[in-house]
């Protein structure tokens, strides 16, 4: 079975761009999760889609949206891109809920440079 | 939020021996851990995973711990191997969101 496949791999972008990741999940797998990951500070949740909802949210400027389209596949947008944005974006997958004993499986993520 | 930390950020260990990262949670009702393996260059990867009823459980030359009268858990390493070098996790979740701590850097030294 597949794992979690993230594209582009790598993405470089200037300041006031936007962009669009793509995620898409384990095969049977129903939610995505999205996560950023930078140095020191760890994996900061984004949000999660079930069903094409969003059912969980972290605490993210507007700038952040996603989407979960009907096969499950799911992608993120940042808008306005800061330098801060700059991080390795984490995409994960589960077979239901995350937390109530559904894993999170990731991809190997996006890595994005604004510059 | 959420707090979940690591006791020691860099741990380093000779080949062969056993490893052990420790993790503390805040949460008493966190019901769900797992811990994660992320090398260089790729996402985090699932080890092992146990539940609150349980105190231990074992896998392939891992072993997971979980106290939860002090909130902590830990992650045993049998015969560490240089593969075996990489940034560890734990992530605790309560419910519908798992919450991870800044990782572990596990050195193995030849």
């Known amino acids: 079975k597949a794992g979690v496949t993230q594209t582009p791999r790598y993405l470089i972008k200037t300041r006031g761009q936007q962009v669009t990741l793509s995620c898409s999940p384990i095969s049977g797998h129903r939610s995505v999760s999205w996560y950023q990951q930078t140095p020191g500070q760890g994996l900061q949740f984004l949000f999660e889609?079930?069903?094409?909802?969003?059912?969980n949210k972290g605490n993210f400027p507007g700038r952040f949206s996603g989407r979960q389209f009907s096969n499950s596949r799911s992608e993120m947008n940042v808008s306005t891109l800061e330098l801060g944005d700059s991080a390795l974006y984490l995409c994960a997958s589960s077979l239901d809920v995350p937390g109530q004993n559904s894993p999170l499986h990731f991809g190997n993520g996006t890595r994005l440079t604004v510059t | 939020g959420e707090s979940v930390g690591l006791h020691l950020p860099t741990l380093s260990v000779q080949e062969g021996d056993n490893s052990i990262i420790n993790c503390a949670y805040s949460?008493?009702?966190?019901?769900?851990f797992i811990w994660y393996k992320q090398e260089s260059g790729k996402g985090p990867q699932f080890i092992i995973d146990i539940r609150s009823n349980m105190d231990k459980r074992q896998g392939q030359r891992v072993t997971v711990l979980l106290n939860k009268t002090v909130k902590h858990l830990s992650l045993q390493i049998a015969a560490t191997q240089p593969g075996d070098s990489a940034v560890y996790f734990c992530a605790e979740s309560a419910g519908n969101q798992f919450y991870f701590g800044t990782g572990t850097s596990l050195t193995v030294i030849p």
């Open positions: 949460n008493s009702a966190s019901d769900y």
């Open positions: 889609y079930f069903s094409e909802t969003q059912r």
